[in-house]
């Protein structure tokens, strides 16, 4: 039987697979901010378990830093502005990111954040996923 440990390594190692089919999705740009490489697979809550991607970004190291910054840590808010669009993707995958990070910015009192989100209508199959 697999050990925990290589079940990790091959799920990350599939998480890496689908950055071919995200490139063509992408147009190789990052998915959130249209910024350059290094582009990376991120996966999008909820997951599956076998990575897909429907839970799956593009993102540039910038993007990648931004989701990964711990809560402690107030977000760069000016340079996220370009969420305003974005959150109306229809990648889901993308708008999820996007709503999250403007959830997360609206709770830091960032003004043009929460008109954002007032302004947003959600499908409630997206808003179960938020969940
Ligand atoms: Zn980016």
Redesign the pocket.
């Known amino acids: 039987m697999a050990s925990r440990r290589d079940a990790h390594h091959a799920h990350k190692a599939a998480v890496a697979g689908l950055g071919k089919v995200l490139s063509k999705r992408a147009r190789n740009v990052?998915e959130?901010?249209t910024?350059g490489s290094p582009l990376g697979v991120v996966e999008v809550e909820p997951v599956y378990e076998t990575p897909d991607p429907e839970r799956a970004a593009l993102?540039?190291l910038?993007?990648r830093d931004v989701l990964d910054t711990k809560p402690k840590y107030k977000l760069e808010a000016t340079a996220l502005r370009f969420l305003e669009e974005v959150v109306w993707s229809d990648v889901l995958p993308v708008q999820l990111s996007a709503v999250r990070l403007l959830r997360r910015l609206s709770s830091e009192d960032v003004v043009w954040a929460r008109d954002c989100l007032d302004g947003l209508y959600l499908d409630e199959s997206v808003e179960a996923l938020l969940q």
């Open positions: 990052c959130l901010c910024g993102l540039c910038t993007c």
